[in-house]
């Protein structure tokens, strides 16, 4: 049976997870950031990133994405924002 094991330290669930001990499955969501993340990975998995680090394979849990461009202001989905802004 396959485990999740840690690769950064991780504080979840009241407990702090150490580099290579196994975490818990029970949770959908953020198993999914740990291995988008490269918090975490399979115990015998194989790296599926590219050269730049992103992901080989396309994200599939609609979850967001975080902003690429920090500190950039952007408007609010679903918020129109004033021509004279949109050009600043």
Known sequence: MK???AK???????RQYAPGDPLPTSDAEILELWLKYGSAAWDGYVDT???TGSPAVPQTSGLPVPDPEPGVDKPAAGRRVSQKRAQQ
């Open 3 to 5: 485990k999740l094991i």
């Open 8 to 14: 950064t330290p991780i504080l979840w669930g009241g």
């Open 49 to 51: 990133t590219d050269a």
